[in-house]
């Protein structure tokens, strides 16, 4: 008898087909089921926003810093708990849940305002770990420590946007830091705390990058070992920088083909024991222009489950090869 998909796949960390090692395993390894995760703004902005580093944020940015899918920043942080968890309670049955301060840089401020927001939701029944998106050259000696801190006390990922670690296109998106930026501090919390969860965002598509400069990015990356990567197709959504060079005609986004290929072979350039958090992004459907074939998530995804299967693929594959 002919082994099924499943029976047939290689790459250990999965019971599925799944070639790759998905969120949704890893949080039925590390807390027994699924979890549900609570977007979040805390109202902050970013160092290529006010001024700091630059002005008018990544050009691809929305004005929410993309917390599009967390309430308005003007509600407190724990009543925007409430508020998703309801929202949300149809249509995940758990009672495991993961506050995620996404909106901008959440370690941009001082520590005593960070140490504010984060308590006020972790005392939340059923809140077994935290996730804090922010960027590597926003992270202060004293945020450091209270990060610590908290990864004594929950499971702790701290996400870190690097999208490129090619300098010319970093400038070319206004991303306001070098990829040497990236890795002190990277490294700084690394050392700090063995506790951390590290996740590295990467977006494929960016204008300028070519699929060789993208593969090269993903495997700066694997050469980290970071406990997780985010993987983004970039989106053009209206009112962006980029929108405006897209109507210019002046950006052309990826084909789906393109993603689909691109994606696959950077799971064969990440180390196996990497947690996959995303595979592709996601975009407000009111706002966004482009391209058009994101919208359907779930066919991309099984496009690239298929021809990883095709083609013999798996996560880890050529890791020890670069």
């Known amino acids: 008898m002919k082994k099924t998909q499943v029976q047939s796949n290689p790459y250990p960390n999965s019971d599925t087909n799944k070639r790759y090692y998905t969120y949704d395993y890893y949080l039925k390894r590390t807390f027994g089921s699924k979890c549900m995760k609570i977007p979040l703004d805390a109202g902050f902005t970013c160092p290529n926003i006010d001024g700091r580093c ?3 944020g990544c050009i691809y940015c929305s004005g929410r810093g993309s917390g599009d899918f967390a309430p308005e920043s003007y509600i407190p942080v ?3 708990f ?3 968890k309801a929202q949300l309670s149809s249509k995940w049955n758990t009672d495991k849940y993961i506050p995620y301060f996404q909106a901008h840089t959440n370690t941009y401020a001082p520590t005593e305002v960070i140490r504010s927001k ?3 939701v972790m005392s939340k029944d059923g809140v077994v770990g935290l996730n804090i998106a922010t960027r590597a050259d926003c992270l202060w000696d004293d ?4 990060l610590c801190e908290l990864a004594e006390r929950t499971e702790l ?3 870190l946007g690097l999208q490129t670690s090619n300098d010319d296109v970093a400038r070319a998106i206004n991303r306001g830091h ?4 990236f890795l002190i501090g990277y490294k700084k919390l690394r050392v700090a705390s063995s506790k951390i969860n590290i996740c590295v965002h990467i977006i494929f598509g960016l204008p300028g990058e070519s699929r060789e400069n993208m593969l090269k990015t993903v495997k700066d990356v694997a050469s980290l070992a970071p ?7 970039l989106h053009v959504i209206k009112g962006t920088r980029l929108a405006s060079l897209y109507l210019r005609g002046e950006y052309t986004p990826l084909t789906k083909e393109e993603y689909v290929d691109i994606t696959a072979q950077a799971l064969t350039l990440l180390p196996p024991d990497t947690v996959i958090a995303r595979l592709t992004g996601d975009g407000m459907q009111s706002e966004l222009l482009a391209p058009e074939w994101s919208r359907k998530k779930t066919v991309v995804i099984n496009d690239i489950d298929k021809l990883m299967y095709e083609n013999d693929l798996w996560q880890g594959k050529s890791f020890n090869k670069i």
């Open 78 to 80: 724990d009543e925007q």
């Open 82 to 84: 409430e508020i998703v």
């Open 157 to 159: 990922t701290v996400e």
């Open 227 to 233: 406990d997780q990567v985010k993987i983004h197709l």
């Open 178 to 181: 070098t990829y040497e930026d």
């Open 143 to 146: 945020t450091v420590s209270y």
């Open 118 to 120: 984060v308590e006020s």
């Open 54 to 56: 630059s002005t008018g």
